[in-house]
Structures are given as C-alpha cells and as structure tokens.
C-alpha cells in the first residue's frame, strides 16, 4: 500500500503498534523517587497496563486507581479520586503520587487539577506527598505521549523556583530501557559531572532480589532533584519527533537551561553529538573508554559489514526509536524499506530524512498512524530479511520466515527485555552483534550442508 493508496474500507485497529497514554504516564511516574502512579479512571485501565508493565520489566508493579463506576460517569469523580489518594498514603507512605486521567474521565470532563486543590485544602495537616497531575486520554496519542506529558508535568509542578547553579545537567532520556538509564548515568559520573535523569527507571522497574516484599523500590529521581533541575548547566533532551513543548523547553523558558535536543544516541554519528554536547557542558574531554568503545564499534562495522551490507529490514515502534535505529541500519549498510510506527504527526519522515542524509542508499516508505494489519499488508511484498522492534512483530515475522531483533517496549516473549542496551557507543556494539549473529543464523538455519564456520 503506498501513500497513493486509496484509504481502506474500515476504520478498527488490527493489533495497535502503539500503547494507551496514561500507561506511558504511569512509566514515568514511576521512576520518581517514592513514587505511585495513579489511573483516575476505571479499575480495569490499571489491571490492563500492569499486566503490560509487568510482562516486560518481571517486576511487580503497583498502579493505584480511583476505581470510578457508572454512578462516578454520571454525577463525577472528585470524591473516588479524594478516596483513593488517602488508602495510597495510608498503604504505601508515597513520597509523590502521580495522577493521569483516563478516556472516562476526560470525556465526563472532571477537573482534576480542581479536585487536588481541594484535597491539600481538607487533608493538608496529614503531611500530603507532592501531586502531580496530567491529562492523558488515550484518544488523543500514544503511551509516548503520556510519557512525554508526565515528565513536562513533574517539570512544571515540582520544579517552581531557580535553584543555585550547579555542575550538574538534566537528561531527559525517553522510553529508553533500564540498562540504557544506567549507561547514561555512568557516562556523566565519567565525564566528571552529576547529572539528573528523569525519569530514572534503572532501579524502580530493575530492581535487585530481596528478602522482603517493599511496598515502593528504592531508586527513582529524587523529587528534590527535580526541583533543583532549574539550576543545571543544561538539559540533554532525546528525540527527533518530540511535541513541541516538554520538559526540556519548560526549563529552558522559564529558568533560562539551555535545551539541547537531539536524537537517541543509537549508533555512530548520533552517539558523537551526545558525547560532544557532554563534553561541552563539561568542559572535560572525552574520557578515554569511550575513545576505545567507538573505536571498538567501527572495527565490528568493518569486521561485520559482508553480513549485513544490502539486507532489507523493516521497523516499527515508537516514532523517536523508529528514527534512531533508522540512522544505525543506515551506517551499517541495511536498507530500511519500511517504517511504521502508531502515533501521528510527529514528523518521523522528516527525522528519518534527516539523520541518514548522506549514508542510506535509498529512503524508506515511513508510515505513522499504522496497525500490524497495514505495515503486514505494505511489509510482505517488500520482502525484508529482518524485522525490528518490539514483541507485537513476532506472528509476522514467523510467518514471513525472517528474524525479529527485539529492541523497545514492549518485549513479552523474551526474557531481559528491561536489559536491552541500544544506546551510546557500546549499545550500538551490542545490538549491532544481535543483527549480525541473527543473520548468520538464518544463513545456516536455510542451508543444507549446514556450515558450522562462517
């Protein structure tokens, strides 16, 4: 189907290649420090993305509702919303309870920023936890949205005055995995300066074994941290298809943080401008493990190149990860013949234009706003050697007999999804392997003498 097509006949979705909003707000507030995500909303909205959130990170994860019923549709939700914010203070002690509407109940239309001007009104001497409110019906995006609202949310609301200037910067990473969190915390600790990644999820949705069950993991963004962002040296933004107002653009308005908004750091060149901005923000050079991690990663390109130079891949997932790995499979010599993605009008053509201007050979057929029934309908004749993205790829991938390399969210039919390095020099490394080793698999796997050295 080109984008000449006609429209097609039906309207339902097929297998969405997005998620709801309000989960992705959830994921953020979750990685705050003493954090509970809170659903305004049905109790089945909570029971459907915990069991999301649940099947990629294997940890257990609570999503508090106000539990509203069809009196609630009707006459409101204020007083659940009330109720339930107490039981989460009496049974958890949160240090910040992170409210997101759902479709219900932004279509009754309740206020909530209202509701919680009057719940610190009548519950103030109880010593509240921070609230942080955000809109997020699932009719007007996708779980990247809500994600996107929540962190300019806990921007706006928590972060009110300037705080004292500091060698310290703010990253604000997206829906990247633990592992990548991580990376990213250890590159700044390298390069000699603090940084404030929000949201940290290394450690709230990748949490070690313990002997006891903890009502809230340890681990997150200190919310005193998130009040002190207004004084850093600068806030490292990722994200070529980003709304137009965030997280990042709130400091920078308000407080005077210089925005530095660039891709995710996937692959050669983009990992280059987020280890040159760090440098600059620094004022140090590049530590020397880095030096070797990039030059590590062309000698693999080199070493790796007769495998997968000319290959023929589509991807999907969300927009800002669809145009990172679109500039890694270019400089690795895979065409991307399609990419896909569920959220609309965020400019993914023009990001993919952008960051493989000069390296791709040919330009992809980019779609937004697509199910799996469109990009299987488009895929199949262009016949690709790889899939990449997440686990809702699988059925068509098995179908159409070609690997599906496992990047993004969410991973359900593999273990480790949490873990999946994808960013900086040695992210790229990593997946760079994964594709490789998955194409000699499939060489071997179809030939018949079955050569055991390749």
């Given at each position: 189907?080109?984008?000449?097509?006609?429209?097609p006949?039906?309207?339902?979705?097929?297998?969405a290649?997005?998620?709801?909003?309000p989960?992705?707000?959830?994921?953020?507030?979750?990685?705050?420090?003493?954090?509970?995500?809170f659903?305004?909303?049905?109790?089945g909205?909570?029971?459907?993305?915990?069991r999301?959130?649940?099947?990629?990170?294997?940890e257990?994860?609570?999503?508090?509702?106000?539990a509203l019923?069809?009196?609630?549709?009707?006459?409101g939700?204020?007083?659940?919303?009330?109720?339930?914010?107490?039981?989460?203070?009496?049974?958890y002690?949160?240090?910040?309870?992170?409210?997101?509407t759902?479709?219900?109940?932004?279509t009754i239309?309740?206020?909530?920023?209202r509701?919680?001007?009057?719940?610190?009104?009548?519950?103030?001497?109880l010593?509240?936890?921070?609230?942080?409110?955000?809109?997020t019906p699932?009719?007007?995006?996708?779980?990247?949205?809500?994600?996107?609202?929540?962190v300019?949310a806990?921007?706006?609301q928590?972060?009110?005055?300037?705080?004292p200037?500091?060698r310290?910067?703010?990253?604000?990473p997206g829906?990247?995995?633990?592992?990548?969190?991580?990376?990213?915390?250890g590159?700044?600790?390298?390069?000699?300066?603090?940084?404030?990644?929000?949201?940290d999820?290394?450690e709230?949705?990748?949490g070690?074994?313990?002997?006891?069950?903890v009502?809230?993991?340890?681990?997150?963004t200190?919310?005193?941290?998130?009040?002190?962002?207004s004084g850093?040296?600068?806030?490292?933004?990722?994200?070529?298809?980003?709304p137009?107002?965030?997280g990042g653009?709130?400091?920078?308005?308000?407080?005077g943080?210089?925005?530095?908004?660039?891709?995710?750091?996937?692959?050669?060149?983009?990992?280059?401008?987020?280890f040159?901005?760090?440098?600059?923000?620094?004022g140090?050079?590049?530590?020397r493990?880095?030096?070797?991690?990039?030059g590590?990663l062309?000698?693999?390109?080199?070493?790796?190149?007769?495998?997968?130079?000319?290959?023929?891949?589509?991807i999907y997932?969300e927009?800002?990860l669809?145009a990172g790995l679109?500039?890694?499979?270019?400089?690795?010599?895979?065409?991307v013949?399609?990419?896909?993605?569920?959220?609309?009008?965020?400019?993914?053509?023009?990001?993919?234009?952008q960051v493989?201007?000069?390296v791709?050979?040919?330009a992809?057929?980019?779609r937004?706003?697509?199910?799996?029934?469109?990009?299987a309908?488009e895929?199949?004749?262009?016949?690709?050697?790889?899939?990449?993205?997440?686990?809702k790829g699988?059925r068509?991938a098995?179908?159409?007999g070609?690997?599906l390399?496992?990047?993004?969210?969410?991973?359900?039919?593999?273990?480790?999804?949490?873990?999946i390095a994808?960013?900086?020099?040695?992210?790229a490394?990593?997946?760079?392997?994964?594709?490789?080793?998955a194409v000699?698999?499939k060489a071997?796997?179809?030939?018949s003498?079955?050569?055991?050295?390749?």
């Open positions: 189907m080109s984008k000449a097509a006609t429209k006949n039906f309207v339902s979705t097929t297998n290649c997005k998620l709801c909003t989960l992705g707000a959830s994921l953020a507030f979750r990685g705050v420090e003493g954090g509970v995500p659903l305004h909303g049905s109790q909205c909570a029971t459907y993305m915990r999301y959130v649940i099947s990629h990170f294997r257990p994860v609570d999503i508090a509702s106000s019923g069809e009196k609630n549709a009707i006459y939700g204020g007083p659940n919303l009330k109720k339930g914010i107490l039981n989460v203070m009496k049974k002690e949160p240090g910040l309870v992170g409210v997101a759902t479709c219900l109940t932004e239309g309740d206020d909530v920023p509701y919680l001007a009057e719940f610190r009104e009548e519950f103030g001497d010593g509240l936890p921070e609230l942080v409110n955000v809109s699932s009719y007007s995006g996708t779980h990247m949205d809500g994600w996107h609202g929540a300019r806990l921007v706006e928590l972060c009110t005055a300037k705080a200037d500091a310290r910067v703010n990253i604000l829906l990247v995995s633990c592992e990548d969190v991580r990376h990213l915390s590159i700044c600790r390298d390069f000699g300066i603090e940084a404030t990644i929000l949201p999820i290394s709230t949705l990748d070690p074994a313990l002997e006891d069950y009502k809230i993991p340890s681990g997150g200190p919310v005193r941290a998130i009040k002190e962002m850093a040296r600068g806030t490292i933004e990722f994200g070529r298809c980003l137009k107002h965030t653009t709130s400091l920078e308005d308000r407080f943080v210089p925005n530095h908004r660039m891709g995710l750091p996937m692959g050669l060149r983009e990992s280059d401008v987020f040159e901005t760090l440098e600059a923000l620094s140090s050079p590049r530590p493990c880095y030096e070797l991690e990039r590590r062309i000698d693999a390109y080199v070493d790796g190149h007769k495998y997968v130079s000319g290959k023929r891949a589509v997932g927009e800002d669809v679109s500039a890694f499979l270019a400089e690795i010599g895979v065409d013949v399609l990419a896909g993605t569920g959220a609309r009008n965020k400019g993914l053509e023009a990001a993919i234009a493989t201007d000069g791709a050979r040919m992809p057929e980019v937004e706003g697509v199910d799996f029934h469109d990009i309908a895929a199949e004749s262009l016949r690709p050697d790889l899939l990449v993205g997440h686990s699988y068509y098995k179908a159409w070609v690997p390399i496992r990047v993004g969210f969410p991973v359900h039919d593999r273990f480790g999804g949490q873990r994808t960013l900086g020099y040695k992210g490394l990593s997946l760079y392997d994964r594709i490789v080793n000699i698999e071997q796997a179809d030939c003498v079955g050569y055991g050295y390749i």
